[in-house]
């Protein structure tokens, strides 16, 4: 072969060799990213896991945040308000009482009244005289009259046995009536000095007992 063939086929070689790299080249797939190891996975998934109870706790703790205001609140309200509604029971008891203390003050006693304790006999003729005594005059007299009249009749031995009341002024329990003497289940005069004292106290006055017996039917 001469060296002029020798060299064309060279040539020829070479152009096909590099002809066929050039096509491998072409069909060799490109290179991809490596997969994520599974350690890396586990620790992301555990990362969002804790993010998210985190999350869920804050908001928890703000929502007993908010209820312990609020329970504070409607506490602070309420006791307000039970303030308000004491006082206002304090005030409906003292306009009560104050128109119980003046429907059942000194009341003048517009019926006849006795010249004198003269005109009575027997009880009644002791309790004139110690209403007399106790300071009060025959008016008050003439409502002592009628309020005992209408408890006992006058008589010291009477006896209420429904509710334990004894005696002339209907004594409830009529022990009470031992503060004035040790004979008084059978002593007009101690349970009267009994009965009048209480009035006293009580009412100020016979009429205002009177009064107060013919509104609420008990003195």
Not at 70 to 76: G, I, L, Q, V, W
Not at 80 to 107: F, N, T
Request: with cysteine; net charge positive; aromatic share 8%.
């Amino acid at each position: 072969m001469t060296r002029l063939a020798i060299r064309a086929a060279s040539v020829a070689l070479l152009l096909a060799g590099t002809a066929g790299g050039v096509y491998i080249g072409r069909q060799r797939p490109a290179p991809t990213a490596a997969a994520p190891d599974a350690a890396q996975v586990e620790l992301a998934d555990m990362q969002l896991l804790k993010q998210r109870q985190n999350e869920h706790a804050a908001a928890r703790a703000r929502v007993t945040v908010a209820e312990g205001a609020a329970a504070r609140k409607a506490a602070a309200v309420a006791k307000v308000a039970a303030g308000y509604a004491d006082k206002l029971d304090r005030s409906v008891a003292a306009a009560k009482k104050a128109a119980q203390q003046r429907s059942s003050g000194p009341v003048g006693y517009a019926g006849p009244i006795p010249s004198s304790c003269g005109e009575f006999s027997g009880s009644r003729a002791v309790g004139c005289a110690l209403t007399l005594k106790a300071g009060f005059g025959l008016d008050q007299f003439a409502c002592l009259n009628k309020l005992w009249n209408k408890e006992s009749g006058w008589n010291y031995r009477a006896e209420n046995r429904s509710s334990g009341a004894y005696g002339i002024p209907q004594s409830l329990p009529g022990s009470k009536m031992a503060a004035f003497g040790s004979d008084w289940r059978t002593n007009p005069a101690t349970q009267i000095r009994w009965g009048l004292d209480y009035i006293k106290k009580r009412y100020d006055t016979p009429c205002g007992a009177w009064n107060h017996s013919v509104k609420y039917n008990n003195y």
